[in-house]
């Protein structure tokens, strides 16, 4: 990994961290989180996007009941459980993509 590439997953926690945890952070520590990554520490040509943040848990309860309702009715079931499924195990369990792509639902 270059250096660019690991200054930028530093700035991308940070401003994660700032983003979604600031309040937790200073309510537990006092402590405001800063970003490390600043204009004269970053590395030159940096290309720095903005940061994803993850939707809530109201957000991925709203989407899988949602999505449970409207399996029964999908056009091709066994492909709509299928994804329902992989998409169930990523959410509660933490199974990577290439760990779910390698499962034999057979056995």
């Known amino acids: 990994m270059t250096v660019q590439k690991k ?18 952070i200073h309510e537990l520590t006092g402590c405001v989180v800063d970003q490390v990554i600043d204009e ?20 991925v309860e709203l989407l899988f009941s949602q ?13 709509a459980a299928r ?7 990523w959410r509660r369990i933490g199974v990577r993509m290439n760990e779910t792509r390698m499962l034999d639902l057979r056995e």
């Open 7 to 24: 200054a930028w997953s530093v700035e991308e926690f940070f401003t994660f961290l700032a983003a979604r945890r600031q309040g937790d």
């Open 40 to 59: 004269f520490n970053r590395p030159v040509n940096a290309d720095h996007g903005a940061a994803r943040v993850p939707p809530g848990e109201d957000d």
């Open 67 to 79: 999505w449970r309702q409207w399996l029964p009715s999908a056009r091709k079931f066994l492909s």
């Open 83 to 89: 994804d329902y499924l992989a998409a169930s195990l």
